[in-house]
């Protein structure tokens, strides 16, 4: 049996794992002391919370497959079909009907949420008499919308999605790469209105399921069993250092580990990093490979999980949650209510009230560096004026990501393009991970599943 280094047991990797079961001998190395990477569950107050990713993709199969597939299919559940609200101009509001990632497709039901003043309101309607060329190049998400519909519809409408999504912001972010659907339809021309309703009746017609699916008990729970099915060995707590080709295109990985070093070889290797660590194990393989890799840039978060007693809460919020625009200079970016959300937290803990507020966009590094008291904090007061004193938690979780969320600038496919062709002089060796081809974890999964064919075939 040929064999594969796994380097990285975040999704992607264990996914890369999973691919080989059974076709090559796969041996995964994580720097850290259990898999998973953004995919983890923590305790808050005893009640088992996800601390990263809380949701998988269903729209496109790939993470909801491979969690029936590892046995998980059980514990697949979703969501309450609750409105998700925005928190602007003082008040909660609703997203318009229709959205995509933000940008309406009616304006009539956008009227209705009280989100853009009038004047605003008549700028997004004119889209639909604008001329509008066939995009050619990539441009920031800033740059196209507002041109199509206003800066102020940007600025609450579509960087509360972005910051959601990708701890984004709208002029750095690609339009290509983090928002495709709307650059599909820009690439052929034409006002977006008319293109973005025929696609709303379209998805309608077909009766589509929801958007995003759990795992009852934490989508946290997917890295374990994903690699219990793989059969892969999994060497948690080893670091690797570096990379040597050997004669014969053959690799070696010499890693640390809690107690030494260690080192490994085999005939493929698939980096399943982020792009910074990819960057630097590729470093004396391919200078190309590793500007591109540098060149990704990373948004660092961090997310309050809180439980509040129900039995002393002066009221329970409704809905799935609230975003806020980066406008109304909040330090909040999105607030999600678990309890609400996802009947299996509620069953686990029926007398609390779970919710996390999450904090840090691209650019706003120092966020989430606060000490644990400030953020919670923050997070407290900014809650009670959304909604009202909920009083204070009985128990509060500050969980980082630092330089957690890879941003897709303006180019990124090109970049990724670039990156890729570098990687590919090297044989036997594959890049799989969410600096590529997609942040979610579904992208995830289908990166780490195609890289691991890809390594294997080039390794004969
Ligand atoms: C707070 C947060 C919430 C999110 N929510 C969602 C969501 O609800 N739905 C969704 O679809 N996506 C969500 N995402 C995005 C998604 O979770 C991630 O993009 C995805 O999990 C990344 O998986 P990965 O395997 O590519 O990378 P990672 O999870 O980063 O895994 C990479 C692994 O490599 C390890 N590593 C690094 N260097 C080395 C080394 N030298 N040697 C060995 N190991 C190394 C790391 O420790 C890590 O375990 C969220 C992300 C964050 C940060």
């Not at 996914?15 to 090559?24: F, I, K, P, S």
């Not at 980082?400 to 890729?420: E, F, K, N, S």
Request: charged share 20%.
């Amino acid at each position: 049996m040929r064999s594969v280094i796994v380097i990285g047991g975040g999704i992607s990797g264990l996914a890369a794992a999973w691919e080989l079961r059974g076709t090559a001998e796969v041996t995964v190395l994580e720097g850290r002391t259990r898999v998973g990477g953004k995919l983890r569950t923590g305790t808050v107050g005893g009640i088992t919370v996800d601390e990263g990713a809380e949701s998988l993709m269903a729209l496109r199969p790939e993470a909801v497959e491979l969690a029936a597939a590892v046995g998980l299919g059980d514990a697949l559940c979703d969501p309450a079909k609750a409105p998700v609200t925005i928190w602007t101009g003082g008040a909660l509001r609703p997203l318009p009907a229709g959205h995509v990632m933000g940008v309406p497709t009616d304006p009539a039901a956008l009227a209705g949420t009280g989100l853009l003043p009038p004047q605003a309101l008549a700028r997004v309607a004119a889209e639909e008499h604008l001329p509008a060329a066939p995009l050619t190049r990539d441009c920031s998400v800033a740059a196209y919308l507002a041109g199509r519909f206003g800066q102020e519809a940007v600025d609450r409408l579509v960087e509360p999605l972005l910051g959601g999504v990708y701890a984004g912001r709208a002029d750095r972010l690609s339009l290509r790469a983090a928002m495709p659907r709307i650059a599909a339809l820009a690439e052929r021309g034409g006002p977006l209105l008319p293109a973005l309703r025929r696609m709303r009746a379209a998805g309608a017609a077909t009766s589509a399921p929801a958007a995003v699916r759990g795992v009852a008990g934490g989508t946290g729970r997917l890295p374990q069993a994903v690699a219990e099915a793989s059969g892969a060995r999994i060497l948690t707590g080893t670091a690797a250092r570096s990379l040597e080709r050997l004669p014969g295109d053959r690799w070696r990985v010499r890693a640390v580990t809690g107690d030494g070093t260690l080192t490994v070889e085999a005939d493929a290797v698939v980096l399943a990093l982020p792009a910074f660590a990819a960057a630097e194990l590729l470093a004396p393989h391919s200078p190309m490979a590793e500007a591109g890799l540098t060149a990704i840039p990373y948004a660092s978060t961090a997310v309050v999980t809180m439980a509040f007693s129900r039995a002393r809460a002066a009221f329970l919020p409704e809905g799935n949650g609230f975003l806020v625009p980066p406008v109304d200079g909040h330090t909040v970016k999105a607030v999600s209510f678990l309890s609400n959300k996802w009947a299996w937290l509620r069953s686990a803990a029926p007398d609390a009230f779970v919710l996390r507020a999450s904090v840090g966009r691209f650019g706003e590094d120092d966020l989430p560096a606060r000490p644990d008291r400030h953020l919670i904090r923050s997070a407290i007061t900014e809650l009670r004026r959304a909604m009202g004193p909920l009083g204070e938690p009985v128990a509060a979780r500050v969980t980082r990501w630092d330089r957690g969320l890879p941003q897709y600038a303006v180019g990124h496919h090109d970049r990724v393009r670039d990156i890729r062709e570098a990687a590919a002089k090297l044989p036997g060796l594959a890049l799989c991970g969410a600096a590529y081809e997609g942040v979610g974890v579904a992208a995830c999964v289908a990166t780490g599943r195609a890289a691991a064919r890809q390594a294997l075939a080039a390794a004969g």
